[in-house]
């Protein structure tokens, strides 16, 4: 995309391929600020959290602050998971100018916003992200449309940023264009005839998959894709590291996938807008004291 793409383009491409990337997103100063974090806190990468355990769960309890060690497995570098208690840099990022509009839009206003995740995640020579997702995936968030009407419902919005240039051999995330759609499973997505959700048991990077499409990323562009597409990252060949920050947007009703607590400095910090993406659903019990709803 140019930056002369109007809302009809941009449309018209998300809904094809099922991604869209946002050339120099981010702001310079605030790209050097999530750098200047991410050395502040080299010594975490270099010793990184436990890789043994079940996948999907945050299982170290090493915490940063309000910012936890995590992986989601033996082979995705670290994730500094809750980022958005990493400092006021990161909470810009919550309604950022740059994506809120379009995430608004295909998420659909009617369903309001909810943050379900936020990381950064450091990964070095070796690391990768295996296959996953697709159009034949029956989980709640992977919708895209609303299929009478034809309107917008997309249950979740990936918006990755590159910290540093992504290119050839930096382990770019992968992805195959229009797989939301796709009604055929993925091969590498059918075991034994069924169908499944990711390939952890694999072991192995999603570069090589039939029909994968490496996107290369200069430090400041943003991918945004909808989490139904059948995706993953190439095994990062390359010495050095790579850095991302991503951070997965949906309708208020999923919310959260941890479910992080705001900290005390966070809830008080918090714009109403912003609040209203954090926390959608004010926390109700006779022992809170009442708390006012997040304006709109
Ligand atoms: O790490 C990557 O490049 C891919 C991340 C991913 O799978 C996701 O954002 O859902
Ligand atoms: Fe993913």
Sequence with gaps: MDGTSND?????????????????????GDLAAMNR??????SYVQDPPSREGPRDQVKEGRWIGHVELHSYGPDDGVNFQNIVEGGAVFERLIDYPAWLPL????????????????????????GFLFIHSGGHVPLSYMTFRQHNTGAWMVGQINVLMALNDIGPGDGPTVLVPGSHKASEV????????????????ERQGAGNALGMREVHLRAGDVLLFTDAMTHGSAERTNPGYRRTVLYRYSPRHIRT????????????RLTPERRAILEPVAPRSPDLAPVSPPVR
Excluded: M
């Design 8 to 28: 009809r383009e941009l449309d018209y491409l998300f809904d094809l391929q099922g991604y869209l990337v946002l050339p120099g997103a981010l702001a310079a």
């Design 37 to 42: 974090w991410v050395d502040d806190h080299w």
């Design 103 to 126: 995430v608004s839009r295909y998420v659909n206003s009617v369903n309001r916003l909810s943050l379900h995740e936020n990381l950064l995640n450091v990964r070095t020579r070796g």
């Design 186 to 201: 993925h091969p590498r997505l059918e075991v034994e005839g069924k169908p499944i959700t990711s390939a952890n048991h």
């Design 257 to 268: 996938r941890f479910n992080y607590q705001l900290s005390p400095g966070l809830r008080e």
